[in-house]
């Protein structure tokens, strides 16, 4: 059974730097594109990017290119989002999905950006 | 970046039939930007209902069903149950970025 495995909740501080993470299990880790989507408080689905993790090639949604880092360990079979450094308006479930059918979803981590 | 349109909200009575539609700024939705169609519980994961225009997700249930109508993709629901009451949303594709709807709310009333 093809499996994403998040990881678990975060609460950090404006300007902190944060890694999280999406483990595959179940199938190919290098045969599917991962997508990251973010979904604000009370808000609908943001389309932030994908990567394959054959070659790490990326494609950025233009409102997230810059704002984060999309890569991928295939090594571990694990997909990252990062911020380096975290805004209030990070505040957000993001979660990460396998293409191309975004058959299999993650659980979602919930990421808290507080002073 | 383009903008992808829904209805803000829907109301269907049960065993009822409603069309949801999904717009894109640029004009007419074809086939190529793959739309896909998904349905949020709150609390949940976004579950695919749709990809592809038309094709079903091994657990969508027949009363689903997708097309492309009038310039716009659709999601066609015929037989409502009370536990289709959710947040519905579109996703299409432009040569790379996709980009969602805001998603439609449908109560089943």
């Known amino acids: 059974e093809v499996q994403l495995v998040q990881s678990g909740a975060e609460v950090k501080e404006p300007g902190e730097s944060l890694k999280i993470s999406c483990k595959v299990s179940?199938?190919?880790?290098?045969?599917?594109?991962i997508a990251w989507v973010r979904q604000m408080p009370g808000k609908g689905l943001e389309w932030m990017g994908t990567i394959h993790p054959s070659d790490s090639d990326t494609i950025y949604s233009p409102p997230f290119q810059g704002q984060v880092t999309i890569s991928a360990d295939k090594s571990i079979n694990t997909a990252y989002l990062q911020w380096s450094s975290l805004k209030a308006s990070d505040t957000a479930m993001y979660y990460c999905?396998?293409?191309?059918?975004?058959?299999?979803w993650g659980q979602g981590t919930l990421v808290t950006v507080s002073s | 970046q383009a903008v992808v349109t829904q209805e803000p909200s829907l109301t269907v009575s049960p065993g009822g039939t409603v069309t949801l539609s999904c717009g894109s700024s640029t004009g007419t939705v074809t086939s190529g930007h793959d739309p896909y169609w998904f349905q949020q519980k709150p609390g949940q994961a976004p579950r695919t209902l749709i990809y592809?225009?038309?094709n079903k997700q091994s657990w969508t249930p027949a009363r689903f069903s997708g097309s492309l109508l009038g310039g716009k993709a659709a999601l066609t629901l015929s037989g409502a149950q009370p536990e289709d009451e959710a947040e519905y949303y579109c996703l299409l594709s432009y040569n790379g970025p996709r980009v969602f709807g805001g998603g439609t709310k449908l109560t089943v009333l």
């Open positions: 592809d225009t038309s």
């Open positions: 999905a396998r293409l191309p059918t975004l058959d299999y």
């Open positions: 179940g199938d190919s880790f290098t045969t599917y594109y």
